[in-house]
T-cell receptor, first 117, second 116 residues
């Protein structure tokens, strides 16, 4: 079974600062994706960024980037120039895939990120 | 496209009552799934389906039933609600098949269920 660990229950930074959210995972499989989801107070689950395990290049999406260390099984999210709208719960998630397709998601417990004005 | 639609958004049940949480998607996704979200626990997989007529259990299936008669719909049934089933429930879907995994899941907006 796969496990995902987010060791920071809550973080708080000032607007415009850079913040990094940590995520580690455990698996013996080779074919998988990693995701970061954002959940604002509206509770909608919003996909922030995805990383396929066999791709060495770290994924980036505008102000969001990841540091994917496959050997260390680490998948951290960096948010640059943080904005008040980034305040939310952030979940790291793991997904296996096989020849048939995607598997279910395994989530970490989440990090509550607060951006202070 | 409406994406993934869940109804109702809020529900209060008495212990022992039954109800069905509805989930519908219009993206022709083969894979559909139900998660529950509890404080400090993240989201956990309840049941999933890879196509009409095919369902399987996830991490926390006890107390829930599912069926999949069409590609579009994947209802979640609580046969006899218990206070431990108080949670926020999410339905999510993804295209099935190699090469589609990178799309990521599309989530519904969730149902907040309270069992008293």
């Amino acid at each position: 079974a796969q496990t995902v660990t987010q060791s920071q229950p809550e973080m708080s930074v000032q607007e415009a600062e850079t913040v990094t959210l940590s995520c580690t995972y455990d698996t013996s499989e080779n074919n998988y994706y990693l995701f970061w989801y954002k959940q604002p107070p509206s509770r909608q689950m919003i996909l922030v960024i995805r990383q396929e395990a066999y791709k060495q290049q770290n994924a980036t999406e505008n102000r969001f980037s990841v540091n994917f260390q496959k050997a260390a099984k680490s998948f951290s999210l960096k948010i640059s120039d943080s904005q008040l709208g980034d305040t939310a719960m952030y979940f790291c998630a793991f997904m296996l895939y096989s020849g048939g397709g995607a598997d279910g998601l395994t989530f970490g417990k989440g990090t509550h990120l607060i951006i202070q004005p | 496209n409406a994406g993934v639609t869940q109804t109702p958004k809020f529900q209060v049940l008495k212990t022992g009552q039954s109800m069905t949480l509805q989930c519908a998607q219009d993206m022709n996704h083969e894979y559909m799934s139900w998660y529950r979200q509890d404080p400090g626990m993240g989201l956990r997989l309840i049941h999933y389906s890879v196509g009409a007529g095919i369902t399987d259990q996830g991490e926390v299936p006890n107390g829930y039933n599912v069926s999949r008669s069409t590609t579009e719909d994947f209802p979640l049934r609580l046969l006899s609600a218990a206070p431990s089933q108080t949670s926020v429930y999410f339905c999510a879907s993804i295209p099935w098949g190699r090469g589609h995994a990178n799309y990521g899941y599309t989530f519904g907006s969730g149902t907040r269920l309270t069992v008293v």
